[in-house]
């Protein structure tokens, strides 16, 4: 099973930014849908970008559209999310995933989450 290794995590002022990575070792990376997904204390987990194994198509969740952007470098097997203007309310553990398929029904390989803190 594919073995997701987020890093990049940790706490920023409100207004700051951070760039978090995913590494997904395996030679069928570039095919493969990517997803960032997170999840605060005492909430359900929620979707927050995604990006296609070309990297053209992407989307996001409404409340971090214009601030976040979801990329990926195929070469090095790597997809990131850098996040910009920082709330509080964005502070969870953020964890990424992947899918063999586009449109996506399940993702099968997830990472083990970095916590990210926003402080006001």
């Known amino acids: 099973q594919v073995r997701l290794v987020e890093s990049g995590g940790g706490l920023v002022q409100a207004g700051g930014s951070l760039k978090l990575s995913c590494a997904a070792p395996?030679?069928?990376?570039?095919?493969?849908?990517m997803g960032w997904f997170r999840q605060a204390p005492g909430k359900e987990r929620e979707f927050v970008a995604v990006?296609?194994?070309?990297?053209?198509?992407?989307l996001y969740k409404d409340s971090v559209k214009g601030r976040f952007t979801i990329s990926r470098e195929n070469a090095k097997n790597t997809v990131y999310l850098q996040m910009n203007s920082l709330k509080p309310e964005d502070t969870a553990v953020y964890y990424c995933a992947s899918s063999p398929t586009w449109p996506v029904y399940e993702y099968d390989a997830w990472g083990q989450g970095t916590q990210v803190t926003v402080s006001s």
């Open positions: 395996g030679r069928t990376f570039s095919s493969r849908v």
């Open positions: 990006i296609n194994g070309s990297g053209r198509t992407t």
